[in-house]
């Protein structure tokens, strides 16, 4: 059993950054791959970012390549997500989410889930 709390969101201006992270407690966490997803009003949660249990390899949609950066601190137990360049398109809820096993992108894959982070960046 996994719990997670994220922390870190707020509104913030175009053009600016945020950085959200994610607590996580329970065992085991090295054995997890960590997300991070989002879901904007009226829309879809959807994949954001992931890391697999070592770090060494993340994956990012396309939105967020090259402006958010996904890191995680075994030691710690934490997964932050550093948010650059921040777009009113990026607002949205973000959650962090954990799978026993390799990083992907779906959504459903994922078995435990926080609370989520309000996240609004004004134009």
């Known amino acids: 059993q996994v719990q997670l709390v994220e922390s870190g969101g707020g509104l913030v201006q175009a053009g600016g950054s945020l950085r959200l992270s994610c607590a996580a407690s329970?065992?085991?966490?090295?054995?997890?791959?960590m997300g991070w997803f989002r879901q904007a009003p009226g829309k879809e949660r959807v994949f954001v970012a992931v890391?697999?249990?070592?770090?060494?390899?993340?994956y990012y949609a396309d939105s967020v390549k090259g402006r958010f950066t996904i890191s995680r601190t075994n030691a710690k137990n934490t997964v932050d997500l550093q948010m650059n360049s921040l777009k009113p398109e990026d607002t949205a809820v973000y959650y962090c989410?954990?799978?026993?096993?390799?990083?992907?992108?779906?959504?459903?894959?994922?078995?435990?889930w926080g609370q989520g982070t309000r996240v609004a960046v004004s134009s």
């Open positions: 329970g065992r085991a966490f090295s054995s997890y791959a």
């Open positions: 890391i697999d249990w070592s770090g060494g390899n993340a």
């Open positions: 989410a954990a799978r026993y096993g390799s990083a992907n992108e779906r959504t459903n894959d994922y078995d435990y």
